[in-house]
Protein backbone atom coordinates (compact mmCIF):
# COMPACT_ATOMS: atom_id res chain seq x y z
CA UNK A 1 0.00 0.00 0.00
CA UNK A 2 1.38 3.05 -1.22
CA UNK A 3 1.16 5.99 1.92
CA UNK A 4 0.76 9.57 1.06
CA UNK A 5 2.24 12.39 3.08
CA UNK A 6 0.89 16.05 2.07
CA UNK A 7 2.62 19.50 3.59
CA UNK A 8 2.81 22.74 2.82
CA UNK A 9 0.06 24.43 3.79
CA UNK A 10 -0.56 27.11 6.02
CA UNK A 11 -2.03 30.87 6.19
CA UNK A 12 -1.10 33.26 3.46
CA UNK A 13 -2.71 36.58 2.27
CA UNK A 14 -4.83 36.83 -0.72
CA UNK A 15 -2.58 37.62 -3.66
CA UNK A 16 0.20 35.20 -2.14
CA UNK A 17 1.94 31.97 -3.12
CA UNK A 18 2.48 28.34 -1.30
CA UNK A 19 3.97 25.15 -2.90
CA UNK A 20 2.34 22.03 -1.12
CA UNK A 21 4.54 18.78 -1.64
CA UNK A 22 3.30 15.05 -1.01
CA UNK A 23 5.69 12.50 -0.88
CA UNK A 24 4.68 8.59 -1.54
CA UNK A 25 6.13 5.98 0.24
CA UNK A 26 6.68 3.26 -2.36
CA UNK A 27 8.36 3.16 -6.04
CA UNK A 28 5.05 2.36 -7.35
CA UNK A 29 3.84 5.15 -7.22
CA UNK A 30 6.03 6.47 -10.11
CA UNK A 31 3.74 4.62 -12.45
CA UNK A 32 0.16 6.19 -11.22
CA UNK A 33 -1.61 9.37 -12.07
CA UNK A 34 -2.02 11.85 -9.47
CA UNK A 35 -4.12 13.95 -8.62
CA UNK A 36 -4.67 17.23 -6.23
CA UNK A 37 -8.36 17.59 -4.99
CA UNK A 38 -9.25 20.00 -1.95
CA UNK A 39 -12.22 20.28 -0.02
CA UNK A 40 -13.95 23.38 1.83
CA UNK A 41 -16.15 22.55 4.65
CA UNK A 42 -19.58 22.22 3.64
CA UNK A 43 -18.45 21.29 0.13
CA UNK A 44 -17.97 18.40 -1.72
CA UNK A 45 -14.14 17.33 -2.78
CA UNK A 46 -13.11 19.41 -5.93
CA UNK A 47 -10.61 18.31 -8.29
CA UNK A 48 -7.76 20.32 -8.95
CA UNK A 49 -4.85 19.41 -10.67
CA UNK A 50 -3.54 16.09 -12.00
CA UNK A 51 -1.01 14.21 -14.26
CA UNK A 52 0.15 11.00 -15.22
CA UNK A 53 3.19 8.82 -14.23
CA UNK A 54 4.71 10.55 -17.14
CA UNK A 55 3.55 13.83 -17.22
CA UNK A 56 2.15 13.76 -20.63
CA UNK A 57 -0.89 16.26 -20.46
CA UNK A 58 -1.49 17.37 -17.23
CA UNK A 59 -5.24 18.89 -16.41
CA UNK A 60 -6.47 21.48 -14.23
CA UNK A 61 -9.82 22.48 -12.53
CA UNK A 62 -11.56 25.73 -14.49
CA UNK A 63 -11.24 27.03 -10.98
CA UNK A 64 -7.35 26.94 -10.84
CA UNK A 65 -6.09 27.24 -14.38
CA UNK A 66 -3.50 29.79 -15.22
CA UNK A 67 -2.82 30.05 -11.28
CA UNK A 68 -1.90 26.37 -10.03
CA UNK A 69 1.25 23.98 -11.72
CA UNK A 70 1.42 20.67 -10.92
CA UNK A 71 4.86 18.97 -11.17
CA UNK A 72 6.47 15.47 -9.80
CA UNK A 73 9.77 14.10 -9.28
CA UNK A 74 9.53 10.27 -9.81
CA UNK A 75 13.22 9.60 -8.46
CA UNK A 76 11.88 11.60 -4.95
CA UNK A 77 8.52 10.10 -5.33
CA UNK A 78 6.95 13.74 -4.51
CA UNK A 79 4.22 15.57 -6.33
CA UNK A 80 4.05 19.00 -5.94
CA UNK A 81 1.24 21.77 -6.27
CA UNK A 82 2.42 25.28 -6.82
CA UNK A 83 0.00 27.55 -5.95
CA UNK A 84 0.35 31.65 -6.95
CA UNK A 85 -2.11 34.25 -7.32
CA UNK A 86 -4.26 32.56 -4.22
CA UNK A 87 -7.70 33.70 -3.33
CA UNK A 88 -9.60 33.17 -0.24
CA UNK A 89 -11.95 30.74 -2.18
CA UNK A 90 -9.15 28.58 -2.37
CA UNK A 91 -9.20 27.69 1.74
CA UNK A 92 -9.69 24.36 1.66
CA UNK A 93 -8.12 21.28 3.13
CA UNK A 94 -5.61 20.22 0.12
CA UNK A 95 -5.25 16.20 -0.53
CA UNK A 96 -3.01 14.20 -2.75
CA UNK A 97 -4.27 10.88 -4.25
CA UNK A 98 -3.36 7.87 -6.64
CA UNK A 99 -4.92 6.48 -9.42
CA UNK A 100 -4.05 3.91 -12.39
CA UNK A 101 -5.53 6.54 -14.87
CA UNK A 102 -5.75 10.60 -14.15
CA UNK A 103 -9.86 11.46 -13.83
CA UNK A 104 -11.38 14.52 -12.23
CA UNK A 105 -13.55 12.00 -9.76
CA UNK A 106 -12.68 11.23 -6.46
CA UNK A 107 -13.72 7.71 -6.68
CA UNK A 108 -11.47 6.85 -9.04
CA UNK A 109 -8.22 7.16 -6.93
CA UNK A 110 -7.47 4.52 -4.91
CA UNK A 111 -5.12 5.97 -1.70
CA UNK A 112 -5.44 9.27 -0.68
CA UNK A 113 -2.91 11.85 1.99
CA UNK A 114 -4.42 12.56 4.92
CA UNK A 115 -4.81 16.55 3.94
CA UNK A 116 -2.92 20.04 4.28
CA UNK A 117 -4.83 23.10 5.29
CA UNK A 118 -4.44 25.92 3.18
CA UNK A 119 -6.08 28.97 4.61
CA UNK A 120 -6.50 32.18 2.73
CA UNK A 121 -7.20 35.61 4.00
CA UNK A 122 -8.79 38.61 2.10
Known amino acids: QVLLVESGGQLVQAGGSLRLSCAAS????????MGWFRQAPGKEREFVAG????????AYGDSVKGRFTISRDNAKNTVYLQMNSLKPEDTAVYFC???????????????WGQGTQVTVSS
Open 97 to 111: AGSTVLSIRPSDYHY
Open 26 to 33: ARTFRNDA
Open 51 to 58: CTWTFFNP
